[in-house]
Structures are given as structure tokens and as C-alpha cells.
């Protein structure tokens, strides 16, 4: 039974063939159309998600399917202390795949282990999310013709950041990318990704604290935000939150073709004054998201 | 200084010097009531000096322990006075349910009869990370 609860749970030749797929779904929708009938997609989101849990559904019914779940843990059997394991056995009972978003870290990777059907992770609290990663990839292909040679702004929230981490992953597999970490000292790469990642592959890599210095030599910028919820202390989410903040002053000092990226959703670190310029894709990604979750859905259903 | 020969146990040997104490404290063989021997600073060609523990009882020991205290030992499995099988412990590649995953966000604080698991990332430090979190695994306790 083939999960996807990693990035790296996919070859690149994968990564490669979904990208295809997705392009091939944006360029004839309608003959994809029909390819999940009969097939249902369960989403079971134990924290509020609207945005992921949306794109999985769209995704499903824009491939013919169906869809059932539930949006958050109290409307679940999961409120009477069901645990993960059994949730699975029983949903695999009604689904053909199943979406899953999780606050616990690892919580998709336990579903995968006793599921009948393919999990994929929708997110579990800071640590995967590979289908945000997927909708990058994607932006990312047709933004910049290919993923070589790039060198990549990482900006925000990098400790906490699991979009971030699962980019990093994921671009480590391709030729001559540099990553340039733009973040306050509190809110660094995590050591682990330095070494099991960057160090390993031997990936070029600069760390500075100030967005307008490096943003020159960007050929992509990926905003994140600074999220309230993976902080202990309201105190240190109150002083950090406005560190990073992108305007269009700030953009004026970058390429011509840098494409601005974001997982949304934004708070402030993307001013809304640089939605209009050609250069942000972030709501471009959102879309992207879609197509590749379609993929991954016909890749894993095996239709 | 002579140690009685062991007719069925088990002699843990080639015990980095000074690591004995640990592998004693860490199997509690203290709350054995067979005869358990330990030598410090033997004579070693291969190490130069070593520790040795004797134990006077077939037991079962816990070899992932063993290689994350303390990897090259060498454990004796002794029968009828001579050795029936020998292991060479190493670091073992994953570690289950020994040690805990200290991070709160983890699902192994909140699912039932989840087993704790740890996968050996980095060798040369001998780290180990939650296969589900990623959390690096504190070992001093067993230390």
C-alpha cells in the first residue's frame, strides 16, 4: 500500500511524472474529468484547515470522486478517545483514500502503517507537509522553466517552518541550488536540516537576518509566515511576528523575474500592495496545489 | 587474580574501560541473585586495556542497549563451560521501545499502544531521531 507521507516518500522521476500530469490537467481539464468515479477521497482534519482540506476536496471532485471526513477532532469519534490506528481501519472501510491533517507530529505516518488505502499527509503539526511542497514544486517549474542552478531566498519562520524544511528536501535533489536563509536568530534552520540535508548533499547555503540585503541575488523568495501556534510563549510570538515583512519597496532591489512565493495564509509578511506585481505567485501556487493534489490522487488510486 | 570459569551465562567482553560501571547500572544485573563478576582495566591487545562483566546465569540481555552504550562489545554466550555463540554488538539501525520521544508534539504522547521508535540518522554521533517526529533522542539515560 503506497503512502505519501514525506517529500521524500517520492523519487524525483516521481516528483517529474506528477508535475507532467498536473501540466497535462491544466492544459485538458475535461479529460480528467471522469478518472476518480466511483472513487472517494475521506479527509480527516484533526485541526481547522480550510485551505488544505478545500484543495484536497476541489481536487477530489474535479476528478469525478467523492468526498467524507470530517474538519476538525470534536465532530469525530476522536473526541471519545479513538485512537489514530483505529480511525484509519475504519475510515479504509468507506474510502479509497484517505487525506489526513494531524496537530501530533507523525500522526500520518501511524495512519499509513495500519490504513488499507493510501494516506497522504495533509500536514502534521511543524513537521511534514508534502503536498505544499508538491504545489511549490510545481510554481516553481512553470515559473522559472525548471528547478537547476536557482538560488532560493528562504524567508520568515525557518525553525518551525515545515514548508520550509520539506523545500529544502525536496530542491537538495536538483543541480547547483544555493539557499539563502533569511531569518531572526531565533527562528534559524534547524540544525538537523543543516546537517541530514544540506551539509549531506553538500548544498551551497548563506544565513543572514536581513531581507533587503540579499534580495538581489534571488531567483525565488519564499515568504512564510510566523505562526502563532507553534509557539509556546505569546510573548516571543508578539516581538518576532513582524520581523519579515515584504513591500514593494523591498522588491524594488530584486531580479525582474524573481517569483515571490508564499504557503499561505499571510498575515503581514507580504504587504497587499505587492499582490499586483507580476512577480508574487503566491496565489498562483494555491492553484497550483490543486492540480498536483489531483495528481498525486491518480498516482496513488492507480486510475 | 583469579575468576572462577562460568559454566552457563554470559560474558559481556571488549567493555570500552571505565563503561563497565554503566552496563552494570544500565542491565541492573545488581538485582541478580547469581554471581556476576566484573573486571576493570584488563589487559586487551586490541584496546589496550578493557572492562569485563561476568554474569553466572543465562539471561536475556538487550543488545540495542548494549550498542548505544557502548558499541564493540563483544557478548559470550557461554554453555557447559564453552562458548555456544559469540555477537559482536554494533550500534544498532533502530531502537524500539526503549527510549521515549521528549517532544510534546509527537504522537507517541497521545496514541495508544504506539511503540516508541528511533532511527540511527548520523553514526559518528550516534544520533538518533523519532521515526515519527524527528526529534532527536536523548540517550543520557542511558548513559
Given at each position: 500500500m503506497r503512502s505519501v507521507i514525506d517529500i521524500m516518500d517520492l523519487s524525483v522521476e516521481e516528483i517529474d511524472s506528477l508535475t507532467e500530469t498536473a501540466e497535462s490537467i491544466i492544459k485538458d481539464p475535461a479529460a480528467f474529468s471522469d478518472r476518480c468515479r466511483g472513487k472517494k477521497l475521506a479527509t480527516l482534519f484533526y485541526e481547522p484547515s480550510t485551505r488544505t482540506r478545500l484543495s484536497f476536496e476541489a481536487a477530489m471532485y474535479e476528478l469525478g470522486g467523492q468526498v467524507i471526513g470530517f474538519s476538525e477532532a470534536s465532530n469525530s469519534s476522536v473526541a471519545k478517545g479513538e485512537s489514530v490506528a483505529d480511525t484509519v481501519r475504519v475510515v479504509g472501510c468507506y474510502a479509497d483514500i484517505i487525506a489526513m491533517r494531524h496537530p501530533k507530529e507523525g500522526a500520518p505516518l501511524v495512519a499509513s502503517r495500519y490504513s488499507s488505502v493510501p494516506v497522504i499527509n495533509a500536514g502534521d503539526g511543524g513537521h511534514n507537509h508534502p503536498t505544499q511542497t508538491l504545489a511549490d514544486l510545481l510554481t516553481i517549474k512553470r515559473e522559472k522553466g525548471g528547478f537547476d542552478g536557482l538560488t532560493v531566498g528562504l524567508c520568515g519562520d525557518?525553525?518551525?517552518?515545515r514548508t520550509v524544511h520539506s523545500l529544502i528536501s525536496a530542491m537538495s535533489r536538483y543541480k547547483n541550488v544555493r539557499f539563502v536563509m533569511i531569518s531572526p536568530s531565533e527562528l534559524r534552520i534547524p540544525d538537523y536540516v543543516k546537517i541530514n540535508t544540506l551539509d549531506k548533499n553538500r548544498i551551497p547555503y548563506t544565513e543572514v537576518t536581513d531581507l533587503e540585503s540579499v534580495i538581489g541575488e534571488l531567483d525565488v523568495l519564499y515568504m512564510t509566515r510566523v505562526q502563532?501556534?507553534?509557539?509556546?510563549n505569546e510573548a516571543d510570538y508578539i516581538r518576532l511576528k513582524d520581523s519579515y515583512i515584504l513591500t514593494s519597496e523591498k522588491l524594488a532591489g530584486a531580479k525582474a523575474d524573481l517569483s515571490v512565493m508564499h504557503?499561505?495564509?499571510?498575515?503581514?509578511?507580504?504587504?497587499?500592495?505587492?499582490?499586483?506585481?507580476?512577480?508574487?505567485?503566491y496565489f498562483k501556487q494555491v492553484l497550483y496545489g490543486k492540480y498536483m493534489r489531483m495528481a498525486l490522487i491518480l498516482m496513488l488510486l492507480g486510475v | 587474580m583469579i575468576i572462577g570459569q562460568i559454566i552457563d551465562g554470559i560474558v559481556l567482553d571488549h567493555i570500552t574501560a571505565g563503561r563497565g560501571v554503566d552496563i552494570y547500572e544500565t542491565l541492573r544485573l545488581g538485582e541478580l541473585d547469581c554471581t556476576v563478576a566484573m573486571i576493570f582495566n584488563a589487559d586487551s591487545v586490541k584496546m589496550g586495556r578493557k572492562d569485563i562483566i561476568k554474569i553466572g546465569t543465562p539471561i536475556d540481555i538487550d543488545l540495542d542497549v548494549l550498542g548505544i552504550i557502548d558499541p564493540g562489545i563483544t557478548v559470550n554466550y557461554i554453555s557447559n563451560g564453552k562458548v555456544a555463540k559469540r555477537e559482536h554488538i554494533s550500534l544498532p539501525a533502530t531502537i524500539r521501545g526503549i527510549l521515549k520521544c521528549k517532544n510534546p508534539r509527537c504522537i507517541t504522547t497521545i496514541e495508544q499502544g504506539l511503540t516508541q521508535e528511533f532511527r540511527l540518522c548520523d553514526e559518528e554521533n550516534k544520533v538518533y531521531r523519532c521515526v515519527y517526529c524527528e526529534t532527536k533522542a536523548d540517550t543520557s539515560s542511558l548513559k
Open positions: 525557518l525553525k518551525f517552518g502563532k501556534e507553534r509557539f509556546f504557503p499561505l495564509p499571510r498575515v503581514n509578511e507580504i504587504s497587499t500592495d505587492v499582490d499586483s506585481d507580476p512577480r508574487a505567485c | -
